[in-house]
């Protein structure tokens, strides 16, 4: 790919300078061997050497961002949770005051 198939709204990886591994889209060329380029709410000016246009590489899907649900136990609650605990304080008998 050559320096003549960049142009404004590509897509772009810069591949040298401060800014090397991001991808940003051409908002300006300049006559000097540049590029104004608009990386999230930055921009900066890059050498057009600098730059390849960006594939359109697809991402791996995820299964799922949820977590899995408890594993039920022969008794039908989960692990880890016990009766007593899931009282509320409201329910427990007040505690007695060790004063005399």
Do not use: Y
């Amino acid at each position: 790919m050559t320096i003549e198939t960049l142009e404004v709204g590509t897509k772009v990886r810069v591949l040298g300078g401060p800014f090397v591994g991001r991808v940003g889209v051409i908002s300006e060329l300049d006559g000097r061997g540049g590029a104004l380029v608009t990386l999230g709410l930055l921009s900066a000016r890059v050498l057009l050497e600098n730059l390849r246009p960006a594939r359109e590489a697809m991402r791996p899907s995820m299964k799922t961002s949820h977590r899995k649900s408890p594993q039920k136990t022969a008794t039908g609650e989960g692990q880890g949770v016990h009766a007593s605990a899931s009282r509320s304080k409201k329910t427990r008998s007040p505690r007695r005051s060790t004063s005399k």
